[in-house]
């Protein structure tokens, strides 16, 4: 069987991560999950060690020393993931905002489908998005509309963070060059596959905005993505001008 991880970096979830991990272990399919914990003040990760003996060799968890950006969380448990030879590498918010339930179709995208990268997307079909204030919708859905017009790449929800990667497409990807630690980390790694050339597929899902706990949002999250996103674009465009450059000469 090939083996699945899901990577869920928490801070301060203590309300949702027992009925996550429930859930997920509830499913057909056999999924592990990896919980990256920032040092949670509510006592998140203490929830995921008493449940280390309910879920023996299924859950782990990856103790940091403080809060250092969703993006560092993710790369330190995909790091971990390949170093423990999974197969599949998912990552998901801890807020219930992602359906476990959609865990298993991003699983069949790769694993049957073919894809390389399957992305839980809420608007490769209409905007899918359920307790979200209409401005909050309208500023996702607005840039991802920026991020596929600047960046030039054929995906609908380009800053989704729910998503299944083959354990190829990080390896290729030098994780260690990862630039981007907020919203935008979302994107770049979005952007480094499709320039790899790896096959992408969009799976559409409903987006739930989370009933407990808090937010993570911030605006200067949002001015990241925006700003990086010119900076991203400007830089595989130096890197293709100059390559073409040497190969002419």
Not at 4 to 9: K, R, S
Not at 102 to 124: E, M, P, Q, T, W
Not at 181 to 210: C, H, N, W
Request: charged share 25%; glycine share 6%.
């Amino acid at each position: 069987m090939s083996k699945a991880v899901v990577v869920v970096p928490t801070y301060n979830e203590i309300e949702n991560i027992e009925r996550l991990l429930r859930t997920v272990f509830s499913l057909q399919r056999e999924f592990h999950v990896l919980v990256v914990d920032d040092n949670s003040p509510d006592g998140t990760a203490t929830v995921v060690e008493a449940n280390f003996k309910n879920y023996p060799e299924k859950l782990f968890l990856l103790k940091r020393a403080e809060k250092n950006g969703l993006g560092t969380a993710y790369i330190a448990g995909f790091k971990w993931a390949l170093e423990n030879g999974y197969d599949y590498i998912f990552e998901m918010d801890a807020d219930f905002s992602h359906n476990p339930n959609d865990l298993i179709r991003l699983f069949n995208a790769c694993h049957k489908g073919g894809s390389d990268v399957a992305i839980g997307s809420r608007y490769v079909k209409g905007v899918n998005v359920v307790n979200w204030p209409m401005s909050r919708v309208l500023m996702s859905w607005l840039a991802s509309k920026y991020v596929r017009f600047v960046m030039g790449i054929d995906i609908y929800d380009t800053t989704a963070g729910f998503i299944c990667y083959r354990r190829s497409v990080l390896e290729k990807i030098n994780l260690d060059n990862i630039r981007f630690v907020g919203y935008a980390f979302q994107i770049e790694m979005k952007f480094k596959a499709y320039l790899s050339k790896f096959k992408i597929k969009e799976v559409p899902v409903i987006f739930t905005d989370r009933t407990k706990g808090e937010s993570k949002m911030s605006s200067g999250i949002i001015s990241e993505a925006i700003f990086g996103v010119l900076a991203m674009k400007f830089k595989s465009v130096f890197n293709r001008k100059k390559f073409n450059e040497s190969s002419f000469n």
